[in-house]
Nanobody
Framework: EVQLQASGGGLVQVGGSLRLSCVAS????????IGWFRQAPGKEREGVSC????????NYRDSVKGRFTIDSDNARNTVYLQMNDLKPEDTAVYYC???????????????????WGQGTLVTVSS
């Protein structure tokens, strides 16, 4: 059974940093992608970043490019989202999700991500 456990959220001031972790179990990392999503109060959920383990491909939404970095520690089955220069608009519940990559070269931002972990709250105070 595929399971995901997200952690690392908290309260941080504008300009601060946080590192989110997503520990995965129950599947072979090599065939999967992990995505980070967020949902702010009163807003729809949006994709933040994703990484495909087969080829290391990564993708970021425009508003976080240059501030957020996604990477993985395959030995620990963990994906990280390093968030720097945080802004109030980054405040949201952050979720990690997993999907199987159907074939090499698939861009992770187009996957469905049917498996979800619980969220972790990030609050950026101004």
């Amino acid at each position: 059974e595929v399971q995901l456990q997200a952690s690392g959220g908290g309260l941080v001031q504008v300009g601060g940093s946080l590192r989110l972790s997503c520990v995965a179990s129950g599947f072979n990392f090599d065939n999967y992608a992990i995505g980070w999503f967020r949902q702010a109060p009163g807003k729809e959920r949006e994709g933040v970043s994703c990484i495909s383990f087969s080829d290391g491909y990564t993708n970021y939404r425009d508003s976080v490019k240059g501030r957020f970095t996604i990477d993985s520690d395959n030995a620990r089955n963990t994906v990280y989202l390093q968030m720097n220069d945080l802004k109030p608009e980054d405040t949201a519940v952050y979720y990690c999700a997993a999907d199987r990559v159907p074939y090499s070269g698939t861009y992770c931002q187009y996957l469905d991500f049917p498996v979800w972990g619980q969220g972790t709250l990030v609050t950026v105070s101004s």
